[in-house]
C-alpha cells in the first residue's frame, strides 16, 4: 500500500511557476509508475504527465507540453512537477497517481492517488 501526498499548490499569476511535490510512503516507491492529473470544476479528470518507474521516460499531455516538466527521486520517495508559464486554464485541482500498469496516461493504471492540492492562476 502506497500513501502519497500533494503539496506546493496555491495561487500565481499567468506566466508565473509553481513546483508540485508527491510525497510516498509505504511500498516501494521505485516499482510503480508515476504520474500528475488534473481535475478543473465540472470537467473530467485529465492526464497531465506521466514519468516511468526509473525516471527515464516521460509523457505529457500536449496542452502542457513544453511548459511542465515530471521528475521523481525514488531515492526520496518523491516526484515534483514543475509548472512554468502558467496559464489560467491550468487552475485545476491537481493529483499525483502511483501504479503498476503500462498504460502511462490511463487514469485506470493508477492505484494510488494523493489527496489533491489546488493551483489557481490569475489572469
Known amino acids: 500500500q502506497v500513501q502519497l501526498v500533494e503539496s506546493g499548490g496555491g495561487l500565481v499569476q499567468t506566466g508565473g511557476s509553481l513546483r508540485l511535490s508527491c510525497a510516498a510512503s509505504g511500498g516501494t516507491f521505485s516499482t510503480y509508475g508515476m504520474a500528475w492529473f488534473r481535475q478543473a470544476p465540472g470537467k473530467e479528470r485529465e492526464f497531465v504527465a506521466g514519468?516511468?518507474?526509473?525516471?527515464?521516460?516521460?509523457d505529457y499531455a500536449d496542452s502542457v507540453k513544453g511548459r511542465f516538466t515530471a521528475s521523481r527521486d525514488n531515492a526520496k520517495k518523491t516526484g515534483h512537477l514543475q509548472m512554468n508559464s502558467l496559464k489560467p486554464e491550468d487552475t485545476a485541482v491537481y493529483y499525483c497517481?502511483?501504479?503498476?500498469?503500462?498504460?502511462?496516461?490511463?487514469?485506470?493504471?493508477?492505484?494510488?492517488w494523493g489527496q489533491g492540492t489546488q493551483v489557481t492562476v490569475s489572469s
Open positions: 514519468i516511468s518507474r526509473s525516471g527515464n521516460f516521460t
Open positions: 497517481a502511483a501504479g503498476a500498469g503500462g498504460n502511462m496516461n490511463s487514469r485506470t493504471d493508477y492505484d494510488y
